[in-house]
Each structure stands twice: as C-alpha cells, then as structure tokens.
C-alpha cells in the first residue's frame, strides 16, 4: 500500500481537513496497477466506503479520477495528469537537493555530496562541507570510482547491468591516468555488495578511497524508478555511524526518500 507522505512537512499552520481527507483517498492510486473498486480505495484510505464514494463523486466531476462504466473500477483522470505536468515542469530537482543537503550537513555535522551519472561516471555537483573538512578531497566536477566508493556502489546497485559493466571497462582502459577517487574493482568482484545495496537501499565501500574516511550513500529516485542522484555523507570514522539501524543512515535515508518523493517516486517498501 502507498505510505502516505503528508504534503505539508510537518508545517502547523491551519488546514482544510476536508482537503486532506480527499488527498488520502487519492493515494491508494499512486501504486495501483490496475483500476480500483471502491471497496479498494476504501480500504487503503482508511475510510469508510461511504466516505470514499461521496469523494470519488466530486474527484470525477473534477476529472481528477474517471470510473470505468462496466465493471465500476476507479483510475486515476486527465486533470490528474495535468496536475502531475504542472508539477514536473515548475519542479526545480537541484535546488530542492541543494535544501536537502544543506539540512542534512548542519544536523550530523558531516560533509554531504550530491552525485549525477555523467560522462565519466559519478560526477559531484553539489557539496556541502562538514565542521572538518581537512579530510576532504571532493568538489564539484569530482568524478567517483563506479566500484571503488559509497556513491558509485549507489548507481551500480539502482542501474542497468550492461551500464555499469561499460563503466568498469573504461576505468580500466584509464588506468593510472585518472583523478578518478576510488580504486576500480572488477564487476565479478561487487556482485554480492551489489544486491545489498538494493536490499539495504543504501551503499558503503570497504576498503576506504580514503583511510579512516567513511561514506554511505543512498539514491534518489524518479517516477520511471531511475536513479537520479547519490546523496552521499562522507566523514571520519569515528563520526560517522554506518549501521543500518543507527540514526545517521536513518537521516540520509529520509532525505533521500522525500527527494524522490518529491520526484514522483512512490516506495512499494
């Protein structure tokens, strides 16, 4: 079932219940494969049947959902779609992670990287240094190992096979003549630590590009479900908490997760 991701962010300012209300019956939509019954709606809202009905009445008149005239089911309508492109067109995706990282860096005190896949591979674009940054050999324009860091291990694990096998085989031709960060690892070598980034949803690197450096990285993810970004936290050991249950993932995890939310990407987790 979708997870409902309220839209205000934890503002407090006074709202239209009945408004809300209706976004919660709009969700169960977002994941639906196929057409609902009401009941289905129903269910996933949390409502009951009454209350979804006299809703999906109003969404249709609105052309925010259409109903199927044989079999009863609800979809998603046209004015849906527009909403949905007025969205994509107005949506800044660098600015909202430049917030993001900002946020993000003040609150653990680490440095924080945004990557994109360009040219070369993981290419940062935006960073935010931590309180010490005497460690720090990342800027914009830095290009990251595919195999040999936390943020290329993101995009191997949330990317095409083929993609990343190209990658690695460049990296090699490359040689000892690049500034790449991170040393490269054959394909056959990063199998395993590629299905627990996807199990994790989030990607370390062992050995360390940089002694006594940790870095953890997790992806960003858009409505087709490809990766976007890596947003990754770098910073010493000893400041920097791996575990998976430990509260410096929990903090990446959900940035990464309202970004690509915010991207139009609905978790099936």
Do not use: C
């Not at 990342?138 to 943020?151: E, I, K």
């Not at 000892?176 to 590629?194: N, P």
Request: positive net charge; glycine residues 10%.
């Amino acid at each position: 079932m979708t997870e409902k991701v309220h839209p205000r962010n934890g503002l407090d300012a006074r709202g239209v219940q009945s408004v809300e209300v209706g976004l919660g019956i709009l969700l169960p939509f977002l994941d639906a494969k196929d057409p609902l019954k009401l009941r289905e709606v129903a269910e996933r809202a949390g409502v009951p049947p009454t209350k979804a009905h006299a809703y999906l009445v109003s969404f249709r008149r609105m052309g925010l959902v259409e109903q199927d005239e044989v079999s009863g089911r609800y979809r998603l309508g046209p004015y849906a779609l527009l909403l949905a492109i007025g969205r994509m067109r107005s949506f800044d995706a660098m600015k909202a992670a430049a917030v993001a990282v900002e946020a993000l860096s003040e609150e653990t005190g680490l440095t924080v990287a945004v990557s994109v896949w360009g040219s070369f591979g993981p290419t940062v674009v935006q960073i935010r240094k931590g309180v010490d940054q005497n460690y720090i050999n990342t800027n914009v324009g830095t290009v990251y190992s595919v195999s040999g860091t936390a943020a290329g291990m993101v995009f191997a694990g949330n990317m095409p096979e083929a993609t990343i096998r190209a990658a690695i085989r460049a990296e090699v031709r490359e040689g000892g003549k690049t500034l790449r960060v991170g040393k490269t690892r054959a394909y056959s070598d990063i199998v395993d630590e590629i299905e627990l980034v996807k199990n994790r949803g989030f990607a370390t690197i062992f050995p360390r590009p940089v002694p006594g450096i940790s870095a953890v990285g997790a992806p960003v993810i858009d409505h087709t479900e490809q990766v976007q970004m890596a947003v990754t936290l770098i910073g010493p050991e000893s400041h920097l908490d791996i575990d998976p249950n430990g509260a410096t993932v929990k903090k990446l995890l959900a940035v990464t997760k309202r970004l690509s939310f915010e991207h139009g990407y609905v978790s099936p987790r």
